[in-house]
């Protein structure tokens, strides 16, 4: 549908990544009228799928929580999804995440002083008695080793060195019901996901405008103006911003480290164990590595992770993503830094997937500067590295509410960008 420049929208929502689009349902279903722009040709922001030398790959986010699942359904938005499980390789150990029953029972019975000891420390953190990060935690709570590295892995899965990552983190599951303890992907992949969010918002009176980049906004006698690159201007009496809101962070705040990527289609004689999502190799000692690529050093060993997209494909083959991070600083690696990687994960990615190197029909090496320019979003899993608050949902000078993964609430992981998109949509209408 095409905008009307002289029509004046109750809400105009920028951003139709899993925020905007939440937000946008959510105000569009109360009886206001809304306009939803993006910049891309696609909805779904970090979440949904792009084509690579005429095979589609998963562009970033994969994995989701029970709380994404509940809140797309009091959207009545069709979505199907299913729970896979996450296999981590830990030397000789197969661990499933996230840390379950099973972890907890073979944690008791194999090393009953490192389960007391993981207890302690927890009734001390949630005393806040110290620990105010996780590297700190499990340092000073638990000795070297599995058990040790495994309380790590979020940090390694948010792209932070254990050392950045708040302990608080892991209490945000059930403080704010995210649901990741129970994690979901949706039949089909995530641009099918982003896609039926579209199809409920349209369907229900929204305009959906794609392709067209928001230039400039303003407030002008009580009215929001939106100055779009084809030099039109849209007005309305609420804006929601969802983008990166860059901005709001002092200059010098740290960022999480930009993930890298092989994108990889494999044969599909090749198979990929059934009810698995993502399959990890998780090297010992993580307060090793992670510092040194926090630092911008190469590890001698690093984690890398794999996972298959869930889309409709060719019938002789499937895609594959890779994520790693490469030292600090390094976003555009030179054909050499690629195959230094390139020779660890070939030397591990057997154990992950067996017979997965003779299967490879295409790959394709995505640093973060080559992510950047091809979907215009940061492939940092944590933007910013943030302590304290996040920053709130409203400008208080202009009025502009705030959504997305940058701000309020804590978490950063698409659980937090909906609950963000609700959130603002709950405050305007309320308003
Ligand atoms: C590599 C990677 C893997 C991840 N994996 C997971 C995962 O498995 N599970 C999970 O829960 N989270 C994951 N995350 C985090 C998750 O992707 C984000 O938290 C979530 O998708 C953010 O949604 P959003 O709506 O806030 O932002 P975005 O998805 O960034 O959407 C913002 C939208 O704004 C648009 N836009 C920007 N500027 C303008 C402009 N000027 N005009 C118009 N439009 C504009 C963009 O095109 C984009 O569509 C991952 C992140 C990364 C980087």
């Known amino acids: 549908m095409v905008p009307q420049s002289n029509t004046n929208y ?34 779904g922001g970090l979440c949904g799928t792009f084509t690579q030398g005429g095979y589609e790959f998963t562009i970033a986010c994969n994995d989701f929580g029970q709380g994404l699942v509940k809140l797309f ?47 302690g420390g927890l009734i001390k953190a949630m005393l806040g008695r110290g620990f105010p990060v996780l590297g700190q935690f499990a340092e000073q709570t638990l000795a070297p080793g599995l058990v040790r ?26 403080k704010y019901g995210y649901g990741y303890t129970k994690p979901a992907t949706p039949v089909g992949g995530p641009q099918v996901m982003a896609d039926a969010l579209a199809k409920r918002f349209t369907s229900l009176g929204g305009v959906l405008c794609l392709g067209v980049y928001a230039q400039k906004q303003v407030l002008l006698d009580n009215q929001y103006q939106i100055l779009i690159d084809s030099g039109e201007i849209y007005t309305a009496n609420a804006l929601v911003n969802s983008t990166e809101q860059v901005s709001l962070y002092e ?107 003779s299967g490879i029909q295409y790959e394709y090496f995505m640093s973060p500067d080559d992510f950047e320019t091809r979907h215009g979003m940061s492939s940092r899993v944590m933007p910013y590295i943030h302590q ?11 009025g502009i509410y705030r959504a997305g993964h940058t701000v309020y609430p804590p978490g950063d992981h698409a659980g937090a960008a909906v609950l963000s998109g609700a959130l603002v949509a709950e405050k305007i209408i309320n308003a």
């Open 73 to 119: 359904k009091s959207l009545d938005v069709d979505v199907v999804f299913e729970q896979k499980k996450t296999v981590v390789h830990y030397l000789d150990a197969l661990i499933e995440a996230p840390l379950g029953g099973a972890f907890i029972k073979a944690l008791v019975s194999n090393e009953p002083k490192q389960f007391l000891r993981f207890i």
């Open 251 to 357: 200059h010098n705040t740290k960022r999480g480290v930009p993930l890298s990527m092989l994108l990889l289609t494999i044969d599909k004689s090749v198979e990929f164990p059934v009810g698995v999502h993502t399959l990890v190799h998780y090297p010992p000692n993580i307060e090793t590595w992670f510092p040194q690529i926090d630092r911008g050093e190469w590890p001698e060993a690093f984690a890398f992770h794999i996972f298959k997209s869930d889309i409709k494909g060719r019938p002789d083959c499937y895609t594959l993503n890779c994520f790693f991070y490469m030292p600090r600083g390094i976003t555009s690696p030179s054909l050499q830094q690629q195959q230094r990687y390139r020779t660890y994960i070939d030397a591990h990615i057997e154990t992950l997937l067996p017979g997965v190197l």
């Open 149 to 174: 590295d495994i309380v790590q892995l979020p940090a390694y899965l948010m792209g932070v060195a254990p050392y950045d990552l708040p302990s608080s983190f892991i209490g945000l599951d059930g």
């Open 388 to 398: 304290g608050a996040k920053p709130d949902n409203i400008d208080l000078e202009t």
């Open 10 to 43: 109750d809400v105009i929502v920028v951003g139709a990544g899993l925020s905007g689009l939440v937000s946008a349902i959510k105000l569009q279903r109360s009886g206001k009228r809304v306009l939803l722009l993006d910049k891309n040709e696609r909805v």
